[in-house]
């Protein structure tokens, strides 16, 4: 589990304890706290390299999840991971208020039925496929190079709506187009480094092309229309940088 800073790591694992499986907190800040352990803040990817060096021997499913987050029904996404033929589970983020509720309400339409973007604030993985995808290369959004390089390997993935966590977002527009810049930077990051669903590939390609569509969203729709061009400039500039 990936930690900025070792704010809400104490309620974080409160929450792991009652759900009674073992976990390991990779924090970007020094803390003596059990099963914490420290990494200089390089990004989520290489928090998740260097956690995988604590999976004990007897781990089957490995799970990320962020420290800011709240789970909710997390049986339900074990029992998606535990069906046959599934190596990987994403499940639902939910957000309160700000422009992502309009957002992920959008693209949880899109996404069940063509996975062009996960959620790593919960991913539940099979211990021998994220084997086979270790190490992750650097990458802005870590999660997305998971999903695209378990389909590249010719795994299925799912989508859990039944569970799901809740977070905050940003508040702002501005800080809305910061982030969609940086996520669709790591997108593009995820495709170039991946060959997974074509359809997926294709439905990037003609992402900026299709871009002015979210102009319907009115205010919202311009600066999620401007995070995309920004995300897509900054990845043709050579951005390849995993740390944000």
């Not at 859990?160 to 810049?181: F, H």
């Not at 480094?193 to 979210?214: C, D, E, M």
Request: charged residues 25%.
């Amino acid at each position: 589990m990936p930690a900025r800073t070792a704010q809400g790591v104490d309620s974080k694992i409160k929450e792991l304890k009652m759900l009674g499986y073992p976990f390991v907190v990779v924090c970007g800040e020094k803390v003596n706290i059990p099963n914490v352990v420290h990494r200089e803040r390089r990004g989520k990817y290489d928090a998740i390299n260097y956690g995988a060096r604590f999976l004990s021997s007897k781990t089957r499913i490995v799970c990320l999840n962020d420290v800011d987050t709240k789970i909710f029904n997390f049986e339900k996404a074990l029992e998606k991971i535990r069906k046959n033929g599934v190596a990987l589970v994403f499940c639902k983020l939910k957000v309160k208020e700000g422009p992502p509720v309009y957002f992920y309400s959008m693209m949880d339409g899109i996404r069940s039925r063509l996975q062009i973007a996960s959620s790593g604030e919960l991913m539940l993985i099979r211990r021998e496929v994220f084997e086979k995808i270790m190490p992750i290369p650097p990458c802005k959004t870590e999660d997305n190079y998971i999903s695209f390089k378990i389909q590249e390997l010719g795994y299925r993935s799912v989508f859990c709506e039944d569970c799901w966590v809740e977070t905050e977002r940003t508040k702002s527009l501005k800080d809305e187009e910061a982030y969609k810049t940086r996520t669709v930077t790591g997108i593009y990051q995820a495709l170039s480094q991946t060959r997974g669903n074509p359809l997926i590939r294709v439905f990037y390609f003609f992402l900026p092309f299709i871009s002015p569509l979210l102009l319907f969203q009115g205010k919202r729709g311009l600066f999620w229309m401007k995070g995309v061009i920004h995300g897509l400039t900054n990845f043709l500039i050579g951005d390849r940088e995993g740390k944000f």
